[in-house]
Structure formats: structure tokens, C-alpha cells
């Protein structure tokens, strides 16, 4: 893999985090790292809050990307075939695609409420249960949230958005278990061989997009009054404790609540699906993690322990015994990790959060045609539902590292170890 990283510029920009003011130790590259904005996907870097900054290249456009795993009790083998109807019915059920809105819409003062108190206002409006609560990272809520630092405009992106995919590399993908590593970790989450489960995989949508557009432009602005100069503009950021640097960690906060919100709603979505095909067996959630994210977390500094604002970009918080849901490119296997302790003493708590990229998306579209993809990927046994072909080969399995290779790599570091291997049985891009 170490070829692959360094045909772009993702070291390059790790050197340049790791010049940011205020940084502790290290910045970290995950192995699935690759050249993103300012930050290299699958970055992670941890800033004293006295003295460092908060940066939105350290969190991303799609603010809490992440993915959620949902089980049911169903083996495959006694449902196989209803799989392609499954497919069918979730992709007509879950909007998807670039700006795509949902039938159901919110009014802003809904919108508020969803960015001050994130996936709870969604089971208070009838969207889940309260036990799906207990399986998402922080409840599914930051406290710092503050609406009023969300624009109206990035509301109004918002408003019709809750429930949507979106496109790129989101994806609701329906799973069969095809192997345990660890039991006992396994039958704590819930999980078996042969099991069908649900990664859904999407963000913020356009509202998150808005808010680091915001902020990225009033940064730009403010920087140099607090003396800060960088050696790549897209790392602007301003001292965490200043204004502008409270501003932005309310909105980001607001956005990450968005995202749990949407991921909320596109969940009673599948869950019509799953109850019109199959009837009413239920899917439970396993765990939901943000990837795109900054949080202030304690963890040991010099021997003691230290509050730090951490930023994981295209990184997934790992810490000991918590789930971590890695997903492979499509048509490949993905995986359900656990943290160990040695995240906390190497990586802040951190893992890899994906295959990440070894090819750009234009570079993709020239090798890969869509319609041949989807012909093999229909071939090894996988239903496939996609708004476009050039989106599909975007997302082609030689776009990306070898998901072996990544989470083998985290393992063989002591950060996580493997609970279970997924394989893919239905596809829906946008």
C-alpha cells in the first residue's frame, strides 16, 4: 500500500498538519489514507485546546460521514431469494443522488431541533426507538450544538435532506455474515455466520457542505489577525478559543447532529422495506460511527491525562471495546472491528475508516465502465441498484486499496482486532 499513498500528495499534507500550532504528538496517517482537502483522508491529529486550533480541513465538507450496521435475525440461506426484491424496495424507499431531497420534509424550526439534539428528535418524531439510541456513537448527539451558528442557508440545503444518501461513495448495502473471528465479541453485537445485516453509509448532505463553506471563508478572513500562517490555505483554522473558533465547533456540532438525524430516518426507511419484503422481524442497530468529525476527548498525555480536541478525517474513533465498521469497496468484503487498548497509547483512540482511495474518481471513469461493472457485479450474485453508470464505476473495487491489507495493518498494530467479515448481497448508489 505504502506505493499507492505515496503517488499523491496525502504525506504532504500530513507533514503540513503536523506544523499546525498547538499540535500533541504526532499527526497520524491511517492505512487507508489518501490526498482529501487540507487534511489527508484517513488523517487524525489531536490539539491541546489551550494553545492549538480547530481546523475544517480536519473534518471535511461531509461533516460525521459515517456508517450504521443494522442486523436482522434472518440467516441467508432462508432468504436469498428475496434479496433483489429487498434491493428494489430499499432504493425506492431511501432517496439518493446529487441534491436528491426526501418526500418527507421538516419546517426550520424542526431543522433546529434536529441540529440542538440530533438522532433523539428523530425517534421523538416517530422515526426509531429510543434502544436504537444505546448503539450510536455519543447517543447520537454533541452537546456543543448550536443552531444559530448554522446558517440559513445551509438550513435550507438541510431541510428536505433528512433521510437522503446523497451520492459518491454513500451506499445502503444489504450484507451476509461469512465469517466470525472473535464469537464472544460477536454475540455481544448480535451477530452470526450467515447473518443478513445493513450498512447504510452517508453524511450531513448539503447542510454540512454549507457550514464548512461558512466557516472556511470567515477563517480564511480572520487567520492572520491571530497571527497564523500555513503552508497550505486549505488548512485555515483559527485558535480553538477565540470566537470564530467556537463558531464553527457549534456549527460543525450541529451538522455532525444532522448527520445521526439522517442516518436516524434513512433507518425507518430500510425498516419499511425490510417490513414490506419480509415482513415484521426486526433490525436492531449495531453500532453507528462518525468519520468525519472533531470531538474534545481525554486521553493520556506525558503520563497523565489531558483534555484534546481531536480531529479524525475519513478516521473512526476506536476505543476499547467499541465497535468499528469498516467498509470495503463495493463488491468487496467490509469488516466489523472492536478497539483495543493500544489506540488509546497510539493512535487517540483511532482506526482506519475504509479501503480509501488508490485511484481519482475521473481516473476510475476512465478504466471502468459502469454498465460492464454492474453486469459483474450481478454475475458474482450482488443486486445492484444505481442512479448512473459513471457513478458506479467511480466506485469500482480497483478504485481502491485492498480492504485486507488496510484492516490487516490495523490489526497487526493492536489498535482493533476483527470481530466479523461481510460480504455484499445487494448494492443502491446514488
Not at 492572520?224 to 470564530?244: K, N, Q, S, T, W
Amino acid at each position: 500500500m505504502l506505493g499507492q499513498i505515496l503517488a499523491d500528495r496525502s504525506l504532504e499534507q500530513l507533514v503540513n498538519v503536523a506544523t499546525l500550532p498547538g499540535i500533541v504528538a504526532h499527526a497520524l496517517a491511517m492505512p487507508d489514507i489518501h490526498e482529501g482537502y487540507g487534511f489527508p483522508i484517513g488523517g487524525v491529529a489531536a490539539f491541546d485546546p489551550d494553545s492549538g486550533i480547530i481546523s475544517p480541513g480536519g473534518i471535511g465538507y461531509d461533516i460525521n460521514c459515517g456508517v450504521r450496521l443494522l442486523a436482522s435475525g434472518k440467516p441467508f440461506e432462508n432468504v436469498g431469494q428475496q434479496i433483489p426484491a429487498l434491493a428494489r424496495e430499499i432504493y425506492r424507499r431511501v432517496p439518493s443522488g446529487v441534491g436528491q431531497g426526501n418526500r418527507i420534509t421538516f419546517s426550520l424550526n424542526q431543522i433546529d431541533r434536529v441540529l440542538h439534539e440530533g438522532a433523539p428528535s428523530m425517534v421523538d418524531f416517530g422515526y426509531g426507538e429510543k434502544e436504537d439510541l444505546e448503539h450510536i456513537e455519543s447517543g447520537g448527539v454533541l452537546d456543543a450544538a448550536s443552531p444559530s451558528k448554522v446558517s440559513q442557508q445551509a438550513k435550507q440545503r438541510g431541510k428536505d435532506q433528512l433521510g437522503t444518501m446523497g451520492a459518491g461513495n454513500h451506499f445502503v448495502e444489504i450484507d451476509r455474515v461469512d465469517e466470525i473471528f472473535d464469537r464472544q465479541a460477536a454475540d455481544r453485537l448480535g451477530l452470526f455466520e450467515g447473518q443478513v445485516v445493513i450498512q447504510l453509509h452517508t453524511g450531513s448532505r448539503g447542510l454540512g457542505h454549507q457550514i464548512a463553506t461558512d466557516h472556511i471563508r470567515i477563517m480564511n478572513r480572520v487567520m492572520p489577525d491571530y497571527g497564523i500562517a500555513v503552508p497550505d490555505r486549505e488548512l485555515c483554522c483559527v485558535p480553538f478559543h477565540c470566537p470564530e473558533g467556537q463558531d464553527y465547533f457549534s456549527a460543525m456540532s450541529a451538522g455532525a447532529n444532522f448527520a445521526w438525524a439522517n442516518r436516524q430516518l434513512i433507518t425507518w426507511e430500510i425498516r419499511q422495506a425490510w417490513q414490506a419484503v419480509m415482513g415484521h422481524d426486526p433490525l436492531s442497530v449495531v453500532y453507528d460511527v462518525a468519520h468525519n468529525i472533531a470531538k474534545l476527548e481525554t486521553h493520556e498525555v506525558d503520563g497523565r491525562p489531558k483534555q484534546l480536541l481531536v480531529h479524525r478525517k475519513g478516521a473512526t474513533r476506536a476505543f476499547p471495546g467499541q465497535p468499528v465498521i469498516i467498509p470495503g469497496s463495493m463488491g468487496t468484503a467490509s469488516y466489523v472491528l472492536e478497539g483495543e487498548a493500544a489506540s488509546m497509547l497510539e493512535s487517540f483512540g483511532s482506526s482506519c475508516h475504509g479501503a480509501g482511495r488508490s485511484m481519482s474518481r475521473s481516473r476510475a471513469k476512465q478504466m471502468v465502465q459502469g454498465a460492464r461493472l454492474k453486469k459483474e457485479l450481478e454475475e458474482m450474485g450482488i443486486s445492484v441498484h444505481a442512479g448512473s453508470m459513471s457513478g458506479l464505476a467511480e466506485e469500482a473495487p480497483e478504485a481502491y486499496k485492498d480492504i485486507a491489507d488496510v484492516v490487516g495493518t490495523v490489526t497487526a498494530a493492536g489498535i482493533a482486532r476483527k470481530v466479523a467479515r461481510l460480504t455484499p448481497v445487494g448494492i443502491m448508489k446514488g
